[in-house]
């Protein structure tokens, strides 16, 4: 059993940053892969971003409406993975949700944990 806790959110200005933290607690760390989903009011849960543990370093994924403004990063030693968020925008409110155990399977994700979300609201 995995347990997930975020943290960070709020409201921020468009163009501005934030950053979420999951911390997870349950198995070992390092077994599985975490990522960040978001659901805006009205709208599918959607795939942010997700990082597959590896010794060498993470292997990382982001999805199209984020890539080269989030940045997703993992401390093992404190089991917790982070989502940096740059350059804001309007669209980007929703509530964030931690995953883990995250499986791509086609055009779909299988997720075996959730956090409890937070709230992610920029303003314009």
């Known amino acids: 059993q995995v347990h997930l806790v975020e943290s960070g959110g709020g409201l921020v200005q468009a163009g501005g940053s934030l950053r979420l933290s999951c911390a997870a607690s349950g198995r070992s760390f390092t077994d599985y892969t975490m990522g960040w989903f978001r659901q805006a009011p009205g709208k599918e849960r959607e795939f942010v971003s997700s990082?597959?543990?590896?010794?060498?370093?993470?292997?990382?994924y982001y999805g199209d409406s984020v890539k080269g403004r989030f940045t997703i990063s993992r401390d093992n030693a404190k089991n917790t993975v982070y989502l940096q968020m740059n350059l804001l925008k309007p669209e980007d409110t929703a509530v964030y949700y931690c995953?883990?155990?995250?499986?791509?399977?086609?055009?779909?994700?299988?997720?075996?944990?959730w956090g409890q979300g937070t709230q992610v609201t920029v303003s314009s």
């Open positions: 990082m597959h543990f590896s010794w060498s370093g993470g292997i990382t």
């Open positions: 995953a883990a155990d995250v499986r791509r399977v086609g055009e779909e994700y299988e997720v075996d944990y």
